[in-house]
């Protein structure tokens, strides 16, 4: 490849990168029903234009980054297609496989993070798990970071099945298993956790500071892991917190 050709490449692809939506956003994700859903991410576009079930939105990108409220939307079982496009650049992703239901985020110490495959009847609860693909699982990575983050790193969402649901937290998964089988509503469960942490650093530093505790860089996990998807809209939130707090209070 020559120079010019190098160059003219670079040109033509260099939109497409520039055209970023949240990774929170990925093939097979739930919407929580009945809210203007957020919709976020950077360009260097004018607008962005987002099309779900027959409806379009459409918002301006302001310093090279936008938000735009979804069209509120009753429960679907039948799978949709979210079409979001940057203008004038006409560039269009598309998420396939959408759900509309209910978002739960579940967080918390080992407590939380306990897998299916280490419960009891875990095997019986894996196979059964190919009967509820409105399930949906997004696994968020341990991430530690010192200031507060934007970049979500994860498994991106899952539809649940006996290939997945193993790595599953158990507790989540039995919630959203139960909650399933009552209502027959979609649900989407963010899973958010790490073993051996302590509640502050779950917590923001203004939160801790509220609290009386200012010692400087405890607020870590809640950077990562929780600072990234504040502008998901959620439903409810199942917290599972273990005793390392009252451990240290006991031998300090």
């Keep these: 490849m020559n120079v010019l050709n190098f160059l003219l490449l670079t040109i033509l692809i260099a939109p497409y990168f520039t ?20 919709l976020w991410g950077s360009s260097s576009g004018s607008s962005i234009k987002a099309t779900i079930s027959g409806k379009t939105v459409e918002g301006k990108i302001q310093e090279g980054k936008f938000m735009l409220k979804l069209p509120i939307l009753k429960p679907e079982t039948t799978p949709l297609i979210l079409s979001v496009q940057e203008l004038p650049s006409g ?13 739960i985020l579940c967080s918390g110490q080992s407590n939380m993070q306990w897998p299916i495959t280490h419960s009891e009847n875990s ?8 009967q509820f693909p409105n ?15 934007e970049i979500l790193i994860g498994s991106g969402w899952q539809v649940t099945s006996s290939k997945v649901t193993g790595t599953y937290s158990a507790v989540c998964y039995h919630y959203a298993r139960n909650f399933f089988k009552r209502y027959s ?20 530093k203004e939160s801790t500071a509220v609290c009386g ?36 209070l006991l031998f300090n």
């Excluded at 055209?19 to 957020?38: A, C, K, P, R």
């Excluded at 560039?91 to 759900?99: A, E, G, P, Q, R």
């Excluded at 530690?144 to 983050?149: C, D, F, G, N």
């Excluded at 200012?214 to 607020?219: D, F, H, K, T, Y």
């Design 19 to 38: 055209f970023q939506i949240h990774n929170i956003f990925t093939d097979n994700m739930v919407l929580q029903q009945g809210v203007e859903n957020n």
């Design 91 to 103: 560039i269009v992703k598309t998420f396939n496989n959408i759900l509309v239901g209910e978002l």
């Design 123 to 130: 095997q019986k609860f894996i196979e059964e798990s190919n």
């Design 135 to 149: 399930i949906r699982g997004y696994t968020v990575t341990p991430t530690q970071q010192s200031s507060p983050s």
């Design 185 to 204: 509503v979609p649900i989407g469960i963010v899973m958010s956790s790490l073993g051996g942490t302590q509640i502050e650093r779950w917590m923001s």
């Design 213 to 248: 505790n200012n010692a400087p860089g405890q607020e870590t996990l809640y950077n990562g892991m929780i600072h990234p998807i504040l502008n998901v809209f959620f439903r409810g939130m199942i917290w599972y917190q273990g005793e390392s707090v009252s451990c240290l």
